[in-house]
């Protein structure tokens, strides 16, 4: 049995028809015939070219609004019959069923058509029930059928073409049955999630375009990235992007989405070493650096503000690893792009999704994404004394950092700026004391500041701590049994208190 075989006819019919003119072009070159349906054959048509009609092979029309076209015993035995099986000839011959070599085809839009709002008919009309059948038919047997499934193989098709002519190595065949398995498996799962909704009945996740990364999260393990992060930015300088610099940019975009004011952040480790909200870049970037310089050393930075030059200007004396923004003035990227290696991301707006997931034990775990940004109207003061409406601006910038922040964790802020953090400790107390000692470290004064807490205080003693370095305001998600001990000693010490009642655990 010859590995490689000949297209002598193809069956075409697709929705997207961009890019396959000069296919149809090369095939008729090389004497294929052509199989078609309504659309497309009208389009080989208009080529020049002439193309058979379905219907006249099956002698059957197109019937039930193009529900069914290509169902029938005629395609689907040219396609599956084994051309090394005399018995599968044999019945090929007696039927008068054709050969059919090459199946392209690709399948209606279910995903556009749900993301666009339609209602539920015109969706339902969007699940494709012939392509689908002929993706997997043509498939199973790719040791005599070559398949492309989708647009995306319309150019590996191309390039064998004009390489080496109608012609196909096993190898080959092969290859575009893995590709058009991962459409079938792709379209199947976003079908499954329509109609599972909400219920999670079972986890189906598919995504495409992946990409190889350096390794992951040490040198010694493979790394993939898939998805499509060419819709989220646009590198326009510096090197690959690895597994950790995702981590750390995914922290990135999550902490800076909570800000509306111009803001600049630096993450180390997927927590923030420095954040400040101000009135222009420049200030937001030298008050978030001042808030931990050390950490600052390779970290990521982000900031919602176009970055202009007198921001670059500072921002450029520092070694860092990532830079991500909005937009970059052409001076500032001139200043920004002298170090080689030095990533360079341009943020676009793109839809993130609303659940995670993560891979554990022997299972996978998912939960809705965090999306819940207190306000004042969240807060319930539970002390004799209110805080003032600085505090309270303060307490809910703070808040939203520790919320962005691995637990344990506390956060030390004034003034909209990040004093210090004590983050992923086993002990609230060593998180707070770690929290304390790192903005001493660096000159601030703790006095009038406000303390945000990623959990409830069980016991008054980070209260206590807290106080007894001047801080005036705390802020917590409530809900322990000895709650009243925190209070009690908040209004002993003329310490405000409010509680929001969410807690955001970060692990």
Request: glycine content about 8%; aromatic content about 8%; proline content about 3%.
């Amino acid at each position: 049995m010859s590995e490689t075989k000949r297209i002598k006819t193809a069956l075409v019919s697709v929705y997207h028809k961009e890019g396959l003119d000069e296919i149809i072009t090369k095939l008729h070159e090389e004497g294929v015939e052509f199989l078609s349906t309504g659309g497309t054959r009208q389009f080989i048509e208009s080529l020049g070219y002439p193309c058979k009609a379905v219907e006249d092979l099956t002698t059957y029309p197109s019937i039930l609004g193009g529900r069914v076209k290509t169902l029938h015993p005629k395609i689907f035995g040219g396609i599956l019959c084994r051309r090394g099986l005399e018995q599968d000839m044999q019945q090929i011959e007696k039927y008068e069923i054709p050969e059919i070599d090459l199946v392209i085809v690709d399948l209606y839009p279910f995903e556009a058509t749900v993301a666009s709002g339609a209602e539920e008919p015109a969706i339902i009309e969007k699940i494709d029930i012939g392509g689908i059948s002929l993706i997997r038919a043509a498939a199973k047997n790719y040791n005599d059928v070559v398949i492309v499934a989708s647009q995306a193989q319309y150019q590996p098709l191309r390039d064998i073409l004009m390489e080496h002519g109608a012609t196909t190595s096993l190898e080959e065949r092969r290859w575009f049955a893995k590709e058009a398995f991962a459409v079938s498996s792709h379209y199947d799962s976003a079908i499954f999630n329509y109609f599972d909704g909400e219920e999670g009945s079972a986890f189906r996740q598919s995504a495409n375009n992946q990409k190889t990364l350096r390794y992951g999260e040490n040198p010694h393990q493979k790394g993939y990235f898939y998805g499509n992060i060419d819709a989220m930015f646009d590198q326009i300088h510096g090197k690959e992007i690895s597994y950790n610099n995702l981590l750390d940019i995914n922290a990135a975009v999550d902490l800076i989405d909570e800000f509306t004011d111009t803001t600049f952040a630096i993450l180390k480790h997927n927590n923030a070493c420095g954040l400040a909200s101000r009135s222009t870049v420049l200030e937001a970037w030298n008050d978030a650096l001042a808030g931990d310089p050390v950490s600052a050393f390779g970290g990521v930075l982000i900031t919602n503000a176009v970055i202009d030059k007198a921001a670059a200007e500072e921002i450029n004396k520092i070694f860092f690893e990532v830079i991500i923004a909005p937009d970059y003035d052409v001076d500032a990227l001139e200043i920004l792009g002298q170090k080689k290696n030095r990533i360079i991301l341009v943020r676009k707006q793109a839809a993130l999704p609303k659940k995670q997931f993560r891979s554990l034990l022997n299972g996978v775990l998912v939960q809705d994404r965090d999306l819940k940004i207190e306000t004042s109207e969240d807060l319930k003061t539970v002390t004799t004394k209110a805080p003032t409406a600085q505090e309270i601006e303060d307490m809910l910038f703070a808040n939203k950092i520790v919320k962005n922040s691995k637990s344990n964790a506390i956060v030390l802020a004034k003034g909209k700026q990040l004093l210090a953090s004590g983050v992923g400790q086993t002990s609230r107390v060593d998180a707070l004391k770690q929290a304390i000692e790192k903005a001493k470290n660096f000159g601030f004064d703790l006095n009038g500041a406000v303390m945000a807490s990623d959990a409830f205080f069980p016991f008054p003693d980070c209260v206590e701590i807290a106080g007894n370095e001047g801080v005036k305001a705390v802020i917590q998600p409530g809900g322990s049994i000895k709650d009243e001990l925190s209070f009690d000693y908040c209004n002993e010490h003329d310490i405000a208190m409010v509680i929001t009642g969410f807690r955001h655990f970060k692990h």
